[in-house]
Structure formats: structure tokens, C-alpha cells
């Protein structure tokens, strides 16, 4: 079963806005804080945004800052991200994960522990 479900993708002219939602499938679990990133056809899984339940902190990519906004409910482990002003490079499968472990970087894949299957983004001009 996968711990963590995504929802809201679709298909969205340039400029416009869509909603991702994350949250715990079945599976009880605390984190320290969740993530969400992206995949593009080809490329490498790369950093999107995070939040700290602890302190509320949020951390965004510099491609998407001021764009996009993360935010969540911590005791619920459920993440999401507002995407406005949307951009064809912004076109991937966007995956929602969850930290742990208190992940020392914050911007690594390989720190988070569990992950949805992912939603898909396809940004048209």
C-alpha cells in the first residue's frame, strides 16, 4: 500500500494555477516535516519544497519561489502545494514525501522515507 496519496494534477494552460494534495494513506506514522518534488521525462527527481512542522518553516527551489506555496497539517501528515503562474518547465510528475528521520538536507530525495506515486503536471503555452 502507499503510504501517501497525491490528487489535483491535470493539465492547465501557462499562467494558470493548480492545487496538489498529499496525505497519509492507512499508515500511522510522524514526521518531522514533508516535501514535495518533481519529475520531468528524462531528468533526475529534483527538489520542489519543503515545511518544518517544528518551526513552520518553509524552503522552495529558486525556480519556483515567489510561484508556488507549500503548506500543510502537521498531526495529519498532509501536504500541499498551490502552483500560480504556472510555466511549460514546470511540466513533470510531482511526488509528495515525508521526513522521518529529520532530514539534513532538506533538498535530497534520499532523506525522505516515504512517498505517494505521484500526480501528474502538463503545463501547455
Known amino acids: 500500500q502507499v503510504p501517501l496519496v497525491e490528487s489535483g494534477g491535470g493539465l492547465v494552460q501557462a499562467g494558470g494555477s493548480l492545487r496538489l494534495s498529499c496525505a497519509a494513506s492507512?499508515?500511522?506514522?510522524?514526521?518531522?516535516?514533508m516535501g514535495w518534488f518533481r519529475q520531468a521525462p528524462g531528468k533526475e527527481r529534483e527538489f520542489v519544497a519543503a515545511i518544518r512542522w517544528s518551526v513552520g518553516s518553509t524552503y522552495y527551489a529558486d525556480s519556483v519561489k515567489g510561484r508556488f506555496t507549500i503548506s500543510g497539517d502537521g498531526p495529519r501528515n498532509a501536504v500541499y502545494l498551490q502552483m500560480n503562474l504556472l510555466k511549460p518547465v514546470d511540466t513533470a510528475v510531482y511526488y509528495c514525501a515525508a521526513d522521518l528521520e529529520a532530514a539534513a538536507i532538506l533538498e535530497s530525495p534520499a532523506e525522505y522515507d516515504l512517498w505517494g506515486q505521484g500526480t501528474k503536471v502538463t503545463v501547455v503555452s
Open positions: 492507512g499508515r500511522t506514522f510522524s514526521s518531522y516535516g
